[in-house]
């Protein structure tokens, strides 16, 4: 698969091969405790990959009688990044977010809810790569420059300084 695609490859480690059956696309509902707080059991449930109204994918939709228990003595939680934390200065400042959680600032201006906040990098598109941060953090820079300044001399994708001397 060419970078940046997602590969979608299935690994089989020597790990998996000693024996562990492998199960998608389920969401886990409840921990079932003992009366000493130890885990007994597992309430899952199977989802289904569905599109939005607004034909967004990314959805995931339970599947309608699939709940179930199984025994569990130990639970690993493996847990991707959801957006940034809101406790602390985000909630002070009673910021906009989007509909993903990230803070709400165009890509064009990098201008938050909030007068003079800007936001960019994984905190503004979510989740991604180093370059995305780098390229956010120079465009960001210069709208703040022009925000101050009225006018930025700083790089960014529409004023190269390569173009300038070529
Ligand atoms: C495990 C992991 C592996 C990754 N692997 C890759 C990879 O191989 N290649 C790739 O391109 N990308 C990778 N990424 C993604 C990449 O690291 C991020 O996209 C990038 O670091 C985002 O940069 P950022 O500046 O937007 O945010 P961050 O790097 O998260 O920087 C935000 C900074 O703000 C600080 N901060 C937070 N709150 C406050 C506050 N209230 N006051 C002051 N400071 C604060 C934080 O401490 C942090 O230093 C990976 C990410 C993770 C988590």
Redesign the pocket.
């Given at each position: 698969m060419p970078w940046p695609t997602y590969p979608m490859v299935l690994k089989t480690s020597t790990s998996h091969e000693e024996g562990a059956d492998r199960h998608w696309a389920i969401a886990t509902k409840e921990f079932i405790g003992d009366d000493k707080g130890n885990l007994k059991g597992l309430k899952l449930v199977d989802l289904t990959w569905s599109f939005g109204e607004d034909g967004r994918p990314g959805r995931f939709v339970e599947v309608a009688g699939s709940e179930r228990t199984v025994p569990c003595e130990l639970a690993f939680l493996a847990m991707g990044?959801l957006h940034?934390?809101f406790k602390?200065?985000l909630e002070d400042l009673s910021i906009e977010t989007d509909e993903r959680g990230n803070v709400k600032a165009t890509e064009k201006a990098y201008q938050t809810s909030i007068p003079k906040v800007f936001a960019?990098?994984?905190?503004?598109r979510g989740?991604?790569?180093?370059?995305?941060?780098i390229s956010?953090?120079r465009e960001c820079a210069r709208k703040v420059d022009e925000f101050l300044m009225g006018a930025s001399q700083l790089e960014s994708k529409d004023n190269s300084l390569m173009h300038l001397s070529m």
């Open positions: 990044f940034p934390q602390g200065m960019a990098g994984d905190m503004r989740q991604s790569l180093v370059v995305w941060a956010e953090g």
